[in-house]
Structure formats: structure tokens, C-alpha cells
């Protein structure tokens, strides 16, 4: 068991973290706590309250701190692909994928492109052209779809995206990753929905889960990061764990 210290004053910050017991994600090595791994990798990166709600009025942002907007700004700097539901794009309204100067320089130091790959899966291709996430994107972003989505819908994409199938009446997902892998990105990083999310577990792909605890009770309906159809447990052990006063920064790894 590992047994987290009682809420710190100030004056005992510097003590705490020095007890080795809990480190604050403000001191922490980011990069050193979510690596790059050493063979293809999918990581997954959710926040949700105490009790469970991947959501506060339909959005994400409701949950989240300064914390975890270093976290999750770390997790896009080390991977070279990120991969969102279509709902996801649309509700948190997604910009183009940019980084900051020295997120850029340090991809750049290490021989991987300045801006990681955007990635959106969607079976219907509801998608808005006009939007951001591909009107201001870097670099050319890829939709994965498949075969039986609207012909039309793919029309209107093809000018600000690649659009790749992979899987006959519905999306496959181990095909849509083999595909990435054959392009050079090994490093992927989901940010969900949760209804990705879910197919992914489903799909037996997901090696690590990033969660962020928001200190929160959220009550209400709102959903759990992961939905879909039930599968057999799968063991994950807990790697690392970081915080920033009530929040904790999770990551797990899948057990080998």
C-alpha cells in the first residue's frame, strides 16, 4: 500500500516533496514521467471526478487545472500522432494541432517532426471542414473512416485531410493503427471520447491510461471515460503518480 501524505500547507510543501511520497507535477520531469517508449506504444489520457464523471456540462474542461494542462501539453509534445473521436473534435470544439516554440524545439533536438500527427476517427464523417482542428492545422491531418462511409462526406474532406479506410461497414482499429505504424508513428496518444476509448479496450490496444483525479464530485449523468460493450478485465499496474494539491496525475501500464 502506498499511503499519500494529508493535504499540505505551503510551509510544508518543500518537506513533502522531499519525503518522496507524492511529487508535485510543478517539480516533476515530465518527460521522464511520461517517456516515449521503446516499442510502439497507445497511450490514453482521460481526467475524471471523484465519482467518476468524464464530463461537467457536457465538456472536459470543467474538470481539469494548471496541473493538467502541463500534463496533457507534455503528453502531445512526446508523441508523434494523436487520435480523437469525431464526437470529441466536435464537443471540445478542437483547434489545429500546435505546439509551443519549445515543445517544437525539443521535438526538433530529437529528430522527430516539429508537429505530431492530428488523427480523427469517424465512421459517418460528420465532420466540418471549416473547423480548426483542419482549417489551422500544421500539417495535413488524417481521418480514418471506412469503406461504407458517405462518399460525399469523404468528398468534402479530401481538400484539408487524408482520409484513410481502414475496415469494411465499421472502423478498424488495429488496422487504423498498423496504418500509422507504417507511416512512423509508433508513439500514440488518445484523448478519447469515451466511446473510442471503449472500442480500443475492446480491441485489446491500449497499453497505458494516463488519468487525471479531478477533486470534484460531479454527480448528475454524466458518463465514464471508457463506453461500449463489456470485455474481460485486463491488469494494468501503476507506473507513476504526480500531483498538484488535490489533483492526482495516474499513470498505469499494461501488465506483462
Not at 494523436?82 to 516554440?101: C, I, K, M, W
Request: glycine share 10%.
Amino acid at each position: 500500500m502506498v499511503r499519500l501524505p494529508a493535504p499540505a500547507r505551503e510551509a510544508d510543501a518543500a518537506r513533502d516533496r522531499a519525503s518522496g511520497a507524492v511529487i508535485d507535477v510543478h517539480d516533476a520531469d515530465l518527460v521522464e514521467a511520461y517517456p516515449r517508449g521503446a516499442q510502439p506504444l497507445l497511450r490514453v489520457n482521460f481526467v475524471a471526478s471523484l465519482d467518476g464523471a468524464v464530463t461537467v456540462d457536457g465538456k472536459s474542461g470543467g474538470l481539469g487545472g494548471p496541473g493538467d494542462k502541463l500534463v496533457f501539453d507534455s503528453l502531445r509534445k512526446v508523441c508523434d500522432a494523436l487520435v480523437v473521436g469525431a464526437g470529441t473534435v466536435r464537443t471540445e470544439n478542437y483547434d489545429g494541432l500546435r505546439l509551443d516554440a519549445a515543445a517544437r524545439d525539443w521535438r526538433r533536438a530529437r529528430g522527430l517532426p516539429e508537429f505530431p500527427l492530428m488523427v480523427v476517427v469517424s465512421g459517418a464523417l460528420d465532420l466540418d471542414p471549416a473547423q480548426l482542428v483542419f482549417a489551422d492545422a500544421p500539417i495535413r491531418p488524417l481521418v480514418v473512416t471506412h469503406a461504407g462511409a458517405p462518399p460525399a462526406r469523404r468528398a468534402a474532406l479530401a481538400p484539408v485531410a487524408d482520409v484513410v479506410t481502414c475496415g469494411d461497414a465499421a472502423v478498424d482499429l488495429a488496422a487504423a493503427v498498423a496504418a500509422l505504424h507504417a507511416r512512423g508513428a509508433t508513439q500514440l496518444l488518445c484523448e478519447g471520447g469515451p466511446r473510442l476509448f471503449g472500442a480500443l479496450i475492446a480491441a485489446d490496444l491500449v497499453d497505458e491510461l494516463c488519468l487525471t483525479v479531478s477533486p470534484r464530485l460531479a454527480g448528475g449523468g454524466a458518463g465514464r471515460i471508457a463506453t461500449g460493450p463489456g470485455t474481460p478485465p485486463r491488469e494494468m499496474s501503476l507506473r507513476s503518480v504526480l500531483a498538484d494539491r488535490d489533483m492526482l496525475f495516474l499513470r498505469y501500464a499494461r501488465s506483462r
